[in-house]
C-alpha cells in the first residue's frame, strides 16, 4: 500500500508540474503598463522584451529633446543678457545727453 501511496503522489506531482509549466509558458495580456502587469509568466517575455525597447527608445528621445531645449534656453537667456546690456547702454547715454 505504501508504494500505491507514493505512486499516487508522484502522479499529482507530475499533473501540478505540467500545469505549472503550461501557465508559466502562457502569455497574459499585457496592456502597456509594465507596473500593472502583476502576473506576468514567462511566455510574456517576448512582449516584454518589445516593451522595454520601446521605452528605452522613448526615454533616450525624451533626454535628445532635453538637451536641445537646454541648449535653446541658454541661447535666449544669452540674448536677453545681450538685450538688457544694450538696454542698459541706452538708458546711461539718455542720462548723459
Not at 4 to 19: G, I, M, S
Not at 29 to 53: C, F, N, P, T
Request: charged share 30%.
Amino acid at each position: 500500500m505504501c508504494d500505491f501511496d507514493a505512486t499516487h503522489q508522484l502522479k499529482e506531482t507530475a499533473v501540478n508540474h505540467d500545469q505549472f509549466l503550461r501557465d508559466a509558458g502562457t502569455p497574459h495580456a499585457i496592456k502597456g503598463d509594465l507596473e500593472a502587469a502583476a502576473s506576468v509568466s514567462l511566455g510574456d517575455l517576448a512582449a516584454l522584451s518589445r516593451q522595454i525597447k520601446a521605452k528605452e527608445t522613448s526615454a533616450t528621445k525624451a533626454k535628445e529633446e532635453g538637451l536641445q531645449l537646454r541648449k535653446r534656453i541658454l541661447e535666449v537667456q544669452s540674448l536677453m543678457l545681450q538685450c538688457q546690456s544694450t538696454t542698459d547702454h541706452i538708458d546711461v547715454e539718455r542720462h548723459e545727453c
